[in-house]
């Protein structure tokens, strides 16, 4: 069984380029987060998708930021018009299911992309 | 202030030490979560408890609800510890989003 595949795992852009992020979840896993660490900094939440849905999106930025997690295919985070600020490891996790009664599941880790604004 | 607060930030130890680091919250959790960075930046969960004590080989994770205080041991430290420990918590109204400590850097010296 797989784990959290995340491609590519580095990845450079120009100062207003687009940068797509890809995130393939564990088999039978439908929950998708993304979460981005700066340079010398904690992690920080930017989203949380299921299929199709995005459920929380509160960590992402009002603009330039999507993130999409279509029926059949990988996750996406895609940044527009990159800027030096952008650059970051985006990681992304999955897990097989949240319980409404707050009994939460583990979130299995990728092993992150790297992007490099120059 | 962070609604996550990890110590130390920095850890040294010599091969064989226990070690702890802690970690204090100051929200309502639904759920903790103990996570290993390694040097080359992979994510590894190690554990996710909402009560009392779990235990995964020499890693031992203590969780105490009512001081919003955990603890991460490692017991006969190994210098393959050395990694950096992020502790990170469900918000008891955030669902399923982790809110992340700094991470503490732990080196466990040979």
């Known amino acids: 069984n797989a784990g959290v595949m995340q491609n590519p795992r580095h990845l450079v852009r120009r100062r207003g380029q687009e940068a797509r992020l890809r995130c393939s979840p564990m088999k039978g896993h439908s929950h998708v987060y993304w979460y981005r660490q700066l340079p010398e900094e904690g992690l920080k939440f930017m989203v949380y998708?299921?299929?199709?849905?995005?459920?929380?999106e509160s960590g992402m930025p009002k603009e330039r930021f999507s993130a999409e997690f279509p029926k059949e295919g990988p996750s996406i985070l895609r940044i527009q018009q990159v800027v030096r600020g952008d650059s970051a490891a985006y990681f992304c996790?999955?897990?097989?299911?949240?319980?409404?009664?707050?009994?939460?599941?583990?979130?299995?880790f990728g092993p992150g992309t790297r992007l490099t604004v120059l | 202030k962070n609604e996550v607060e990890q110590s130390p930030q920095n850890l040294t130890a010599q091969e064989g030490e226990f070690i702890t680091i802690n970690c204090s919250y100051s929200?309502?959790?639904?759920?903790l979560h103990w996570l290993q960075q390694h040097p080359g930046g992979g994510i590894v969960s190690l554990f996710m408890l909402s009560s009392g004590k779990k235990k995964h080989g020499r890693l031992i994770a203590t969780i105490n609800i009512q001081e919003k205080h955990s603890s991460l041991h490692i017991t006969a430290s190994h210098p393959r510890d050395s990694a950096v420990y992020i502790c990170a918590v469900n918000g008891e109204t955030s669902g399923s989003r982790l809110t992340f400590g700094e991470g503490t850097q732990l080196t466990v010296n040979p």
């Open positions: 929200v309502g959790i639904s759920a």
């Open positions: 996790a999955s897990s097989p299911l949240m319980d409404r009664r707050h009994l939460l599941d583990t979130q299995y």
């Open positions: 998708l299921q299929k199709e849905n995005i459920i929380d």
